[in-house]
């Protein structure tokens, strides 16, 4: 396409001037920001390693003016200077004139510069004022963490949270150019699917042009996803009514055998792309993706299984404290009509500096996603929407994304009309840009500051910022798309169990208090104590890899007696009083598995809370679809490199132990035995659209000697996204202490599976730890894979090598021999 645009990216100069009155004058690039700036200074140095976060906080409170020269050949009329991002309280000079300002990064800043722009030479400057500055002297605010972040309009979670460090920016943090506008100009187009039959596909297209001068046509063509072109359509540029000169074109057009888009491990995602020409010449370019998005909310039958579980789960302390509900529902999404089982996790910005994250980053780590069996990665609100990277590479993997505009955990000056002002363009902004991605399910208006409201409720916060700042605005341009006003959503509160979306993080405060109780070996029955319908929000915490603790943590940092950098690295809630987030974590691995030999131990004990959690919680959900239809852990990704963390893969993207726990509970098939009622019973837990024939044996295993005796093999079974019991057997026939077990050994069409019981928590199980001197295994390496021999019973194997593996974390028998392929190498992650 071609394009009259001169982009101003690249090469700037950085005034820096702190509270000091020091200045520094150092080079820039844009997009950027003032700390990687002084890091490419050498003023700052690296931020990551150890403590040395500390050193930066300076710079917050700073102002800075960035700079730059420019030549154009000739000056013509309607020509607009447009900031993709500012980051964020600004003002914006054009050779000493002020021609705009801003004050909020989710969005783009336009300013005309006419009668500003000279032919030749000229300068740009941007003069940034402290966020933190900027708001000194502002009523205190209700809400999580530090609460200042509450009035500026920028990426909160950098503020500080319980998972990364302060890292408080200014700076141009995405791309600025001069264009200017022409005659018959095309602005945008929405594309939608609004109904898939038995004879077409009906695609539904809007496009708006502006300075209609009634002279031009314009061309629409769709090509599916080889490239062919399978629809065409012109229509003349002509204004609405008299006197009018933008126009929107809205047509159907019915596509015949047209490829359906579906989510990861139900389906393909066939892309088809619409071209727009107007007079012989190409304005856009979009791809999308046909597909049906459905939330269905249907109420339980009384006395149905459904709602005695959901009145048995609201007697749990979590949900008498906080679930209201006199009846309740489900919460199933439908693609195309097919129910989703939706396995996936939220996702945060995978920088500190937004501007620092790379398209290569950003698609490698959606494919690490989706090569562990994430289907759904919610945007979280606390962060930023993504760059377009990020989405296109949901599109093409079959990954849901739900999208949160950004505000988190905090009572924002929604009173404030000027604030509402800010919402809607940063909604429209928004919905321009990723409403015709597929991948895109549901709009969600915040995270968790609406968690003591619900929809009969006149006042309560976030309403006004959801139903009168973006509601308004998508009803406009993304009326297909569900909008729920808050995450969580649905009940009576938001925040409860048995309605609509659920945050375990919300109930952290009650699950936190079953730590301190001090007696742990319930954990089980404990952690599945929290079952809801469609949990947006699970918590699980644990460590990385040695290896990835080592890129910014000394072996005395991990392994010794002082924990200072492994607590700095871990970060704290201040909300919860005395114990760190870090003692928590502590109080679980010990209180699960047993106090400490050593720091080896504790590293490998911190490593295993997160892969018991998530495999215990994956599992729960799996076995009770369609009561459930999804958990979404907190949290995919991590900003920063963090000791203990909520994340699956850490900040380079490499995998954490977890990560593997995940994709083996995540797999099309997969098993679970657990105790219900006096009898034990294997669920095999299917999720596609295809039918797959299943079978195993369910056996009587000696953890210390590694004797087996066979309890059951199972008929020949057929599945189609859906959970069953095909194994019942009465506990009090079965013998099991610490040392006998019970395993399931699932063989399928569609994969194979592992899974087990543990009559006591593994603590007290005759499990062998590891230590540093005496491994659990032997390893032996080819070039394209591992050969691991376990030496004792291993619950979860943790093979710690520079390689995505094709397995790892899995339960390994006394004896048992496995080969692991190397999928890629992460050395240079």
Not at 156 to 163: E, P, R
Not at 331 to 347: D, E, M, Q
Not at 501 to 511: K, M, V
Not at 634 to 644: G, I, L, Q, T
Request: net charge negative.
């Amino acid at each position: 396409m071609k394009t009259n645009r001169l982009y101003l990216c690249g090469s700037w100069h950085c005034h820096i001037t702190d509270d000091a009155a020091h200045t520094y004058d150092i080079p820039a690039s844009v997009p950027g920001c003032v700390h990687t700036d002084l890091q490419a200074a050498g003023i700052l140095g690296d931020l990551f390693w150890r403590t040395e976060n500390d050193t930066c906080q300076w710079v917050e409170n700073c102002d800075v003016t960035y700079t730059r020269t420019f030549c154009v050949d000739t000056v013509q009329e309607n020509t607009y200077l447009t900031f993709e991002g500012l980051d964020v309280y600004c003002q914006v000079f054009l050779n000493g004139t002020c021609i705009g300002e801003a004050d909020d990064m989710f969005r783009p800043w336009s300013y005309p510069v006419d009668g500003s722009l000279k032919t030749g030479e000229n300068t740009l400057e941007v003069h940034f004022r402290s966020p933190i500055r900027e708001v000194e002297g502002l009523p205190q605010r209700s809400g999580a963490f530090t609460t200042e972040r509450l009035y500026t309009r920028r990426i909160q979670c950098t503020y500080g949270w319980d998972w990364v460090a302060r890292f408080v920016t200014m700076g141009i943090w995405k791309p600025v150019y001069l264009e200017t506008q022409t005659a018959d100009r095309f602005e945008h187009v929405y594309i939608h699917t609004k109904d898939i039959n038995n004879y077409a596909a009906q695609i539904a297209v809007r496009a708006s042009f502006s300075d209609i001068t009634g002279e031009k046509y314009a061309d629409f063509v769709i090509f599916d996803p080889d490239g062919t072109a399978v629809y065409t359509r012109q229509r003349k540029l002509l204004p609405m009514k008299k006197g009018d000169t933008d126009t929107v074109i809205s047509f159907t057009a019915d596509l015949v055998d047209a490829k359906l888009w579906y989510p990861l491990g139900y389906g393909e995602q066939p892309l088809y792309t619409l071209c727009i020409s107007v007079d012989g010449e190409e304005v856009s370019r979009t791809r999308f993706g046909i597909r049906t998005v459905t939330i269905l909310e249907i109420e339980d039958a009384p006395a149905s299984e459904e709602a005695m579980l959901a009145k048995q789960l609201k007697e749990t302390p979590q949900l008498v404290e906080w679930d209201r509900n006199e009846g309740s529902s489900c919460f199933h999404l439908l693609v195309n009509g097919v129910r989703i089982f939706c396995t996936g996790a939220n996702w945060v910005p995978c920088e500190p500096f937004p501007s620092a994250e790379t398209d290569e980053k950003l698609r490698m780590l959606v494919r690490r996603a989706a090569d562990g069996g994430y289907n759904m990665l919610r945007v979280w609100g606390g962060g930023i929407f993504e760059h377009d990277a990020f989405y296109d590479a949901c599109d093409e993997m079959g990954i849901l994304v739900t999208q949160d505009f950004l505000m988190a955990c905090g009572q924002y000056p929604e009173e404030d009309d000027t604030f509402i002002e800010k919402l809607t363009h940063e909604t429209e902004a928004a919905a321009l840009a990723l409403r015709n991605h597929p991948c895109l399910a549901w709009w969600s208006g915040d995270n968790e500051n609406a968690v003591s409201g619900d929809e009969n409720m006149a006042h309560y916060s976030g309403r006004r910022a959801a139903l009168e700042g973006i509601a308004p605005v998508l009803r406009d341009l993304d009326p297909a798309r569900p909008f729920l006003p808050s995450s969580p959503y649905g009940g009576t509160p938001y925040a409860s169990g048995v309605r609509g979306t659920t945050h375990n993080t919300q109930f952290l405060g009650t699950f936190f208090g079953w730590v301190r109780g001090g007696m742990l070996d319930d954990y089980r029955e404990t952690m599945e104590s929290y079952l809801s319908r469609f949990c947006a929000e699970q918590p699980a915490m644990g460590m990385p890899y040695v290896s990835s603790l080592r890129r910014f943590m000394t072996e005395e940092d991990i392994f010794g007696d002082d924990i200072s950098v492994s607590e700095y690295h871990t970060k704290n809630n201040p909300g919860l009083g005395a114990i760190t987030l870090y003692g928590y974590v502590d109080r679980m691995a010990r209180g699960m598995f047993g106090e400490y030999r050593d720091g080896y131990d504790r590293v490998y004990k911190m490593q295993l809370l997160q892969c018991e959690w998530i495999r215990i919680m994956v599992e729960l959900y799996r076995r009770h679809a369609w009561y459930s239809s999804g958990i979404i852990f907190w949290m995919f990704n991590d900003c920063w490199p963090a000791a203990n963390s909520w994340s699956q893969v850490d900040y380079d993207g490499n995998p954490k132990p977890a990560y593997y726990t995940h994709r083996r509970t995540a797999k099309p098939i997969v098993s679970s035995v657990t105790k219900e009622d006096g009898t034990y019973r294997v669920y095999v837990s299917h999720r596609g659209t295809a039918f797959v024939s299943a079978s195993g044996r369910l056996y009587r295993y000696n953890i210390v000697t590694g004797e087996e005796e066979e309890l059951c093999r199972t008929a020949t079974i057929r599945l189609e996204n859906e959970s069953r019991a095909i194994v019942s057997i009465p506990a009090d026939t079965v013998t099991l202490d610490r040392e006998w077990m019970l395993i399931f050994d699932l063989t399928s069409d569609a994969g194979d599976d592992r899974s087990y019981f543990l009559p006591l928590s593994l603590g007290q199980m005759a499990f062998v730890s590891p230590t540093a001197e005496d491994a659990l295994y032997t390893v032996t390496e080819t070039e394209n894979a591992f050969t691991v021999t376990a030496n004792e019973t291993i619950p979860v194997l943790l093979l710690d090598v520079p390689y995505l593996l094709s397995d790892n974390g899995m339960f390994l028998r006394r004896g048992e021999c496995v080969t692991i392929y190397k999928q890629e190498d992460l050395s240079n992650g």
